[in-house]
Protein backbone atom coordinates (compact mmCIF):
# COMPACT_ATOMS: atom_id res chain seq x y z
CA UNK A 1 0.00 0.00 0.00
CA UNK A 2 1.37 3.28 -0.58
CA UNK A 3 1.84 6.18 1.95
CA UNK A 4 3.82 7.93 4.30
CA UNK A 5 5.22 6.40 7.33
CA UNK A 6 6.26 7.78 10.11
CA UNK A 7 8.40 5.96 13.46
CA UNK A 8 8.43 6.02 16.23
CA UNK A 9 4.70 6.35 16.85
CA UNK A 10 5.52 7.42 20.34
CA UNK A 11 9.45 8.86 21.90
CA UNK A 12 10.65 10.17 24.92
CA UNK A 13 13.58 12.29 25.20
CA UNK A 14 16.00 13.53 28.04
CA UNK A 15 16.80 17.24 28.07
CA UNK A 16 19.90 17.58 26.07
CA UNK A 17 19.38 14.67 23.65
CA UNK A 18 18.90 14.95 20.26
CA UNK A 19 16.35 13.10 18.43
CA UNK A 20 15.45 11.86 14.93
CA UNK A 21 12.06 11.38 13.64
CA UNK A 22 11.62 9.09 10.55
CA UNK A 23 9.26 10.02 7.68
CA UNK A 24 9.17 7.70 4.38
CA UNK A 25 6.77 7.72 1.70
CA UNK A 26 6.85 5.53 -1.66
CA UNK A 27 4.37 7.72 -3.28
CA UNK A 28 6.35 9.21 -5.47
CA UNK A 29 5.82 12.38 -4.23
CA UNK A 30 8.53 15.37 -4.78
CA UNK A 31 7.63 17.87 -1.92
CA UNK A 32 7.70 16.76 1.50
CA UNK A 33 6.98 18.80 4.95
CA UNK A 34 7.21 18.67 8.49
CA UNK A 35 4.91 20.20 11.19
CA UNK A 36 4.76 20.85 14.36
CA UNK A 37 1.24 20.99 16.57
CA UNK A 38 0.40 21.75 19.82
CA UNK A 39 -2.64 20.97 22.18
CA UNK A 40 -5.67 23.06 20.96
CA UNK A 41 -3.02 25.07 18.37
CA UNK A 42 -2.88 24.42 14.73
CA UNK A 43 -0.13 22.96 12.44
CA UNK A 44 2.99 24.97 12.12
CA UNK A 45 5.56 24.46 9.71
CA UNK A 46 9.23 23.56 10.33
CA UNK A 47 10.94 22.66 6.99
CA UNK A 48 9.79 21.39 3.83
CA UNK A 49 11.50 20.29 0.47
CA UNK A 50 10.66 20.51 -2.83
CA UNK A 51 13.30 18.36 -4.28
CA UNK A 52 16.14 15.92 -3.09
CA UNK A 53 18.79 17.60 -1.79
CA UNK A 54 17.01 20.47 -0.89
CA UNK A 55 14.91 22.15 1.83
CA UNK A 56 13.88 25.29 3.19
CA UNK A 57 12.95 27.08 6.88
CA UNK A 58 9.62 27.03 7.94
CA UNK A 59 8.19 29.07 10.63
CA UNK A 60 9.66 27.55 13.30
CA UNK A 61 13.31 26.13 11.97
CA UNK A 62 15.39 26.89 14.97
CA UNK A 63 16.47 23.90 17.36
CA UNK A 64 15.90 21.44 14.07
CA UNK A 65 17.31 20.22 11.41
CA UNK A 66 16.43 17.99 8.31
CA UNK A 67 18.05 16.38 5.34
CA UNK A 68 16.50 14.85 1.80
CA UNK A 69 19.01 12.91 0.74
CA UNK A 70 16.55 10.48 -1.32
CA UNK A 71 13.20 11.10 -2.41
CA UNK A 72 11.64 8.79 -0.06
CA UNK A 73 13.16 10.30 2.86
CA UNK A 74 12.79 13.51 5.02
CA UNK A 75 14.14 12.58 8.33
CA UNK A 76 13.79 15.43 11.48
CA UNK A 77 16.21 15.85 13.71
CA UNK A 78 15.17 17.47 17.15
CA UNK A 79 18.55 19.13 18.67
CA UNK A 80 19.22 20.10 22.17
CA UNK A 81 18.90 23.75 21.13
CA UNK A 82 14.72 23.52 20.63
CA UNK A 83 13.37 24.87 24.14
CA UNK A 84 10.60 23.22 24.29
CA UNK A 85 10.10 19.86 22.01
CA UNK A 86 7.20 18.30 23.36
CA UNK A 87 4.25 18.45 20.72
CA UNK A 88 2.85 16.17 18.03
CA UNK A 89 5.56 15.68 14.73
CA UNK A 90 3.60 15.17 11.59
CA UNK A 91 5.34 14.42 8.36
CA UNK A 92 3.42 14.89 5.40
CA UNK A 93 3.96 14.73 1.01
CA UNK A 94 2.32 16.11 -1.87
CA UNK A 95 2.96 15.38 -5.45
CA UNK A 96 2.97 19.01 -6.77
CA UNK A 97 4.17 21.39 -3.71
CA UNK A 98 1.30 22.89 -2.50
CA UNK A 99 -0.59 23.38 -5.36
CA UNK A 100 -1.79 19.66 -4.68
CA UNK A 101 -3.40 18.52 -1.17
CA UNK A 102 -1.13 17.12 1.09
CA UNK A 103 -1.21 13.40 2.82
CA UNK A 104 0.12 13.22 6.34
CA UNK A 105 2.05 10.65 8.24
CA UNK A 106 0.43 9.05 11.68
CA UNK A 107 2.62 11.35 13.77
CA UNK A 108 5.08 11.24 16.26
CA UNK A 109 4.32 12.66 19.89
CA UNK A 110 7.71 13.40 21.58
CA UNK A 111 7.95 13.83 24.64
CA UNK A 112 10.99 15.30 26.87
CA UNK A 113 11.37 13.91 30.27
CA UNK B 1 -4.25 39.33 11.43
CA UNK B 2 -3.55 35.62 11.28
CA UNK B 3 -3.24 34.47 7.31
CA UNK B 4 -6.06 31.70 7.78
CA UNK B 5 -8.72 31.99 10.62
CA UNK B 6 -11.49 29.82 12.09
CA UNK B 7 -13.67 29.76 14.65
CA UNK B 8 -12.71 27.51 17.19
CA UNK B 9 -16.28 25.91 18.44
CA UNK B 10 -17.05 23.84 19.36
CA UNK B 11 -20.04 23.65 17.58
CA UNK B 12 -22.22 21.03 19.85
CA UNK B 13 -25.14 19.93 17.52
CA UNK B 14 -27.75 16.78 17.71
CA UNK B 15 -27.87 14.11 14.93
CA UNK B 16 -29.60 14.98 11.38
CA UNK B 17 -28.65 19.06 11.93
CA UNK B 18 -27.13 20.97 8.98
CA UNK B 19 -23.62 23.07 10.41
CA UNK B 20 -21.75 25.36 8.61
CA UNK B 21 -18.01 26.44 9.18
CA UNK B 22 -16.20 29.64 7.43
CA UNK B 23 -13.30 30.20 7.06
CA UNK B 24 -11.19 33.10 6.13
CA UNK B 25 -7.52 33.44 5.05
CA UNK B 26 -6.03 37.31 4.13
CA UNK B 27 -3.95 36.44 0.91
CA UNK B 28 -5.43 37.23 -2.04
CA UNK B 29 -2.93 35.63 -4.11
CA UNK B 30 -4.00 32.14 -2.51
CA UNK B 31 -4.66 29.51 -5.24
CA UNK B 32 -5.69 26.03 -3.76
CA UNK B 33 -8.30 25.32 -0.62
CA UNK B 34 -8.58 22.40 1.44
CA UNK B 35 -10.83 21.10 3.95
CA UNK B 36 -9.03 18.24 5.96
CA UNK B 37 -10.42 16.25 9.05
CA UNK B 38 -8.27 15.50 12.45
CA UNK B 39 -10.00 12.83 14.82
CA UNK B 40 -8.35 13.53 18.36
CA UNK B 41 -4.46 12.26 18.46
CA UNK B 42 -4.65 12.12 14.76
CA UNK B 43 -3.26 12.93 11.80
CA UNK B 44 -5.04 15.08 9.28
CA UNK B 45 -7.26 13.69 6.47
CA UNK B 46 -8.24 15.25 3.33
CA UNK B 47 -11.71 15.68 3.24
CA UNK B 48 -12.13 17.54 0.65
CA UNK B 49 -10.56 19.84 -1.97
CA UNK B 50 -12.39 23.66 -2.81
CA UNK B 51 -13.21 24.46 -6.01
CA UNK B 52 -13.98 27.77 -7.63
CA UNK B 53 -17.71 26.61 -8.49
CA UNK B 54 -18.12 24.82 -5.11
CA UNK B 55 -18.25 21.39 -5.13
CA UNK B 56 -19.97 18.51 -3.40
CA UNK B 57 -19.46 14.79 -1.93
CA UNK B 58 -22.09 12.93 0.00
CA UNK B 59 -23.21 15.02 2.70
CA UNK B 60 -20.68 17.32 2.37
CA UNK B 61 -20.58 21.16 0.43
CA UNK B 62 -17.87 23.40 0.08
CA UNK B 63 -17.80 26.97 -1.26
CA UNK B 64 -15.30 29.34 -1.70
CA UNK B 65 -16.00 32.96 -2.11
CA UNK B 66 -12.28 34.65 -3.61
CA UNK B 67 -14.26 38.27 -3.54
CA UNK B 68 -15.34 37.73 0.58
CA UNK B 69 -12.01 35.53 0.78
CA UNK B 70 -13.20 32.77 2.40
CA UNK B 71 -14.46 29.08 2.35
CA UNK B 72 -17.26 27.13 4.03
CA UNK B 73 -17.87 23.92 4.31
CA UNK B 74 -21.49 22.66 5.18
CA UNK B 75 -22.53 18.98 6.66
CA UNK B 76 -25.86 18.09 6.27
CA UNK B 77 -27.80 15.27 8.28
CA UNK B 78 -24.71 14.87 11.22
CA UNK B 79 -23.70 11.85 11.67
CA UNK B 80 -21.80 11.02 15.53
CA UNK B 81 -19.03 10.20 13.59
CA UNK B 82 -18.68 13.57 11.99
CA UNK B 83 -17.35 14.02 15.45
CA UNK B 84 -13.99 15.88 14.71
CA UNK B 85 -11.88 19.00 14.11
CA UNK B 86 -12.04 20.54 10.97
CA UNK B 87 -9.13 22.14 9.47
CA UNK B 88 -9.05 24.73 6.55
CA UNK B 89 -5.86 24.89 4.43
CA UNK B 90 -5.07 27.21 1.59
CA UNK B 91 -1.81 27.65 -0.03
CA UNK B 92 -0.08 30.22 -2.20
CA UNK B 93 1.86 28.04 -4.41
CA UNK B 94 4.80 30.61 -5.33
CA UNK B 95 5.54 30.53 -1.23
CA UNK B 96 5.37 26.38 -1.72
CA UNK B 97 3.62 25.83 2.16
CA UNK B 98 0.18 25.33 2.66
CA UNK B 99 -1.07 27.47 5.48
CA UNK B 100 -3.19 25.66 8.28
CA UNK B 101 -6.62 26.90 10.16
CA UNK B 102 -6.59 26.43 13.62
CA UNK B 103 -9.66 24.41 13.28
CA UNK B 104 -13.11 24.11 14.25
CA UNK B 105 -14.26 22.11 16.42
CA UNK B 106 -17.55 19.74 16.38
CA UNK B 107 -19.22 17.83 18.67
CA UNK B 108 -22.17 15.88 17.16
CA UNK B 109 -24.95 14.39 20.27
CA UNK B 110 -27.08 11.92 20.47
Known amino acids: DGGITQSPKYLFRKEGQNVTLSCEQN?????MYWYRQDPGQGLRLIYY???????QKGDIAEGYSVSREKKESFPLTVTSAQKNPTAFYLCASSPQGAITEAFFGQGTRLTVV | RKEVEQDPGPFNVPEGATVAFNCTYS??????FFWYRQDCRKEPKLLMS???SGNEDGRFTAQLNRASQYISLLIRDSKLSDSATYLCVVNMYVAYKYIFGTGTRLKVLA
Open chain 2, 50 to 52: VYS
Open chain 1, 27 to 31: LNHDA
Open chain 2, 27 to 32: NSASQS
Open chain 1, 49 to 55: SQIVNDF
